[in-house]
């Protein structure tokens, strides 16, 4: 499998990065690192070694998605985003050089991590079927983000056009 490919699903999967809790468990802004395990579901191709990466969240992110679930990546977005107070869902599509569907599943299991798991399915370029299961575990390593970037977020609806304003009476 060619790397941009993999990149490409990885990415995808990465929407999910860093999704957590409004209350009473409390998101914290900051450095997490993530260990991604992945499983394409094609026969023949054993799940992927785990992996880990580092990812910022925002404060703004959590005040919009939850987490950094919101983070436009890979041409993927998400849809139906519940929040509670154990965990979130949603719905996943993505676009581009994989069309895939599926959901997350997002569990906090206390201040300091996340696991998500993201079920997906869809088919290759080359037409193979694939189902894709992610499972990641998001670890709090500090507030300090360092050189860590934040992940963009998904852009929000643009504003309402303000109403015309009516003509003085000064003509």
Same mark, same amino acid.
């Not at 990812?55 to 703004?60: K, Y």
């Not at 005040?63 to 950094?68: F, L, M, R, S, T």
């Not at 139906?80 to 069309?99: D, E, P």
């Given at each position: 499998?060619?790397?941009?490919?993999?990149?490409?699903?990885?990415?995808?999967?990465?929407?999910?990065?860093?999704?957590?809790?409004q209350?009473?468990? +409390?998101? +914290?802004?900051?450095?997490?690192?993530?260990?991604?395990?992945?499983?394409?579901?094609?026969?023949?191709? $054993?799940?992927?070694? !785990?992996?880990?990466?580092q990812?910022?969240?925002?404060?703004?992110m959590i005040?919009?998605?939850?987490?950094?679930f919101?983070?436009?990546?890979?041409?993927?977005?998400?849809?139906?985003?519940?929040? #509670?107070? @154990?965990?979130? #869902?949603?719905?996943?599509?993505?676009?581009?050089?994989?069309?895939?569907?599926?959901?997350?599943?997002? @569990?906090?299991?206390?201040?300091?991590?996340?696991? @998500?798991?993201?079920?997906?399915?869809? @088919?290759?370029?080359?037409?193979?079927?694939?189902?894709?299961?992610?499972?990641?575990?998001?670890?709090? +390593?500090?507030?300090?983000?360092?050189?860590?970037?934040?992940?963009?977020?998904? !852009?929000?609806?643009?504003?309402?056009?303000? !109403? !015309?304003?009516? $003509?003085?009476?000064?003509?």
């Open positions: 499998m060619n790397k941009p490919l993999i990149s490409t699903m990885l990415g995808c999967s990465l929407i999910a990065v860093a999704a957590t809790a209350a009473p468990i +409390k998101q +914290k802004p900051g450095l997490y690192d993530v260990t991604t395990q992945m499983d394409m579901g094609m026969a023949g191709m $054993p799940p992927m070694p !785990p992996r880990t990466s990812v910022c969240v925002t404060q703004a005040d919009k998605y939850g987490g950094g919101g983070s436009a990546q890979s041409g993927c977005q998400s849809t139906n985003v519940v929040t #509670t107070s @154990t965990g979130m #869902t949603a719905n996943v599509s993505c676009t581009g050089r994989l069309n895939m569907t599926g959901t997350v599943k997002t @569990t906090y299991v206390d201040a300091d991590t996340v696991k @998500t798991t993201i079920q997906m399915s869809g @088919t290759m370029p080359n037409g193979q079927a694939m189902n894709m299961t992610t499972q990641m575990t998001f670890a709090y +390593k500090g507030a300090d983000c360092g050189s860590v970037k934040p992940p963009p977020m998904a !852009p929000s609806a643009p504003p309402a056009a303000p !109403p !015309p304003t009516p $003509p003085s009476g000064n003509l």
